[in-house]
């Protein structure tokens, strides 16, 4: 069974980049497609975008123009980058495997809050 | 995007009865090609990451009890919930992956 684990800083400051990693463990990267997911508190789903093991991305157009998402296979780890964070990026960031564009395989999630 | 807005908000049900969830997506998210309807559902308990229960709107995932029923057509999707035990406490999401970005519903608390 195929488990991810996040990992990263829980509180990162206003302007700054939120940058958290994703280690899979029981199988390989190097298939399937890698996905970041957030939740702010209370709130609802929102999905920020993908990576294949290949290095194609996709990205959600809302956070486009803030994220890059990248794969490292020789760590079996992939990677999420969010810059000029406020706020409203406060969430807790779940890395999952996509299958067929649905998400069957999640991390327990980590809280990232931003604040000063 | 695709918008999916979920009815109820919220439901309170008594053990052993039946709970029903609602699903309609802004647009259709039927695939003409192989006639699938390109819709899930997840649960999520307190403090856990979401569960995939359900794809192609009626597609139960292997080891999710049978007393979870996805239906549906056009842009009107339901996630019947039949005899609900205690472990179903939760809140569910309906999901479209038709289109990217894959869209996910504001989720419906079922509480006994």
């Known amino acids: 069974q195929v488990q991810l684990q996040e990992s990263g800083p829980g509180l990162v400051k206003p302007s700054e980049t939120l940058s958290l990693t994703c280690t899979v463990s029981?199988?390989?990267?190097?298939?399937?497609?890698w996905s970041w997911i957030r939740q702010p508190p209370g709130k609802g789903l929102e999905w920020i975008g993908y990576i294949y093991y290949s290095g194609s991305a996709s990205y959600n157009p809302s956070l486009k123009s803030r994220v890059t998402i990248s794969v490292d296979t020789s760590k079996n780890q992939f990677s999420l980058k969010l810059r000029s964070v406020t706020a409203a990026d406060t969430a807790v960031y779940y890395c999952?495997?996509?299958?067929?564009?649905?998400?069957?395989?999640w991390g327990q999630g980590t809280l990232v809050t931003v604040s000063s | 995007d695709i918008v999916m807005t979920q009815s109820p908000d919220s439901l309170a049900v008594s053990l052993g009865e039946r709970a029903t969830i609602n699903c309609k997506s802004s647009q259709s998210v039927l695939y003409s090609s192989n006639n699938k309807y390109y819709l899930a559902w997840y649960q999520q308990k307190p403090g856990q990451p979401p569960k995939l229960l359900v794809h192609w709107a009626s597609t139960r995932e292997s080891g999710v009890p049978d007393r979870f029923s996805g239906s549906g057509s056009g842009t009107d999707f339901t996630l019947t919930i039949n005899s609900l035990q205690a472990e179903d406490v939760a809140v569910y999401y309906c999901q479209q992956y038709y289109r990217s970005p894959q869209t996910f519903g504001q989720g419906t608390k079922v509480e006994i």
């Open positions: 999952a495997r996509e299958r067929t564009s649905l998400f069957d395989n």
């Open positions: 029981g199988g390989s990267i190097s298939s399937y497609y």
